[in-house]
């Protein structure tokens, strides 16, 4: 047998370890406590268009054979908010792929391209011009995963675009270490308390407004799940009835 004797600096090093541990089980529980709260709050989302669904089905039953109307009314709304259904599973599977770093391949991308397959794909689908503003000279390659970083910008410009209906600019600016892609829109704005909360899956300011515009209120959490997996961050610039600029940095 060896006598294992605890010196002064053994319970500290045991403290430590203890103190580590603790650290350990309260990040577990707090990712537990997240889980928790995304499946409930997915579960209620999804519950919203299921029960119209239902209610409509048990129309057309009742009542869809004799009155045509009924039958056009309830065909539109089930086809909605099966849509609508289809678009919130569809988010939460990106966003599960995207927590997962190890699912991003990078290779060189050219961030201008990129920048203006966006614009060109939202300006033909909103009907409205989007203007893209670069620095110059810029070095424009960065290392990224082109589709996931398409997305995260896509759904910023997306955002400008549903709530803002005056002029977008996007800037495009080089910061040695990384590239700063800035949209700035002249909408509504965010409160303090709000920008806080925007990355907050399932977060929505103005609910009937995002459900309107067809969002869902995950945009901005795969937006930061993108960003944080590319080793970048994003940062939020907002005044209430001003307008917000959201910049993304994203390492070179
Ligand atoms: P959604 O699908 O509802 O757009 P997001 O996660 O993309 O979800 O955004 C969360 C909420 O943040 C939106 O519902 C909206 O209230 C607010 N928001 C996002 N972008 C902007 C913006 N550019 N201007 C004002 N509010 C915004």
Same mark, same amino acid.
């Given at each position: 047998w060896e006598k294992i004797s605890i010196t002064a600096n053994g319970k500290d090093?045991?403290?430590?370890? @203890?103190?580590?541990?603790? @650290?350990?089980?309260?990040?577990i529980d707090e990712n537990m406590a997240k889980q928790a709260r995304f499946v409930s709050d997915a579960s209620h989302e999804l519950k919203t268009p299921l029960s119209v669904i239902t209610s409509y089905t048990e129309l057309l039953q009742r009542r869809g054979k004799e009155r045509t109307e009924i039958f056009d009314e309830a065909v539109d709304a089930i086809l909605s908010e099966a849509g609508r259904m289809k678009h919130i599973t569809e988010q939460?599977?990106?966003?599960?792929?995207?927590?997962t770093i190890e699912n991003v391949r990078f290779a060189p991308v050219n961030i201008t391209d990129l920048i203006r397959e966006v614009v060109r794909s939202l300006s033909i689908a909103y009907n409205r011009d989007i203007h893209l503003y670069e620095e110059s000279p810029l070095s424009r390659m960065v290392s990224a995963?082109? @589709?996931?970083?398409? @997305?995260?910008?896509?759904?910023?410009?997306?955002?400008?675009?549903?709530?803002?209906?005056?002029e977008i600019n996007i800037y495009l600016v080089d910061k040695e270490e990384h590239v700063l892609i800035s949209v700035h829109d002249f909408g509504d704005g965010l409160s303090e308390n709000d920008q806080k909360l925007v990355f907050d899956r399932f977060y929505r300011v103005d609910k009937a407004r995002s459900r309107k515009a067809?969002?869902?209120?995950?945009?901005?959490?795969?937006?930061?799940?993108?960003?944080?997996?590319?080793?970048?961050?994003?940062?939020?610039?907002s005044q209430l009835k001003k307008?917000?600029?959201?910049?993304?940095?994203?390492p070179k």
């Open positions: 090093e045991i403290a430590e370890m @203890q103190l580590a541990y603790n @650290q350990m089980i309260d990040r939460m599977l990106m966003l599960a792929k995207n927590e995963d082109k @589709q996931k970083l398409y @997305q995260a910008i896509y759904i910023l410009v997306d955002n400008a675009c549903k709530y803002s209906d005056k067809g969002g869902s209120g995950l945009g901005l959490a795969i937006c930061k799940a993108i960003i944080d997996a590319h080793g970048g961050y994003i940062t939020i610039d307008g917000s600029t959201f910049s993304i940095h994203i």
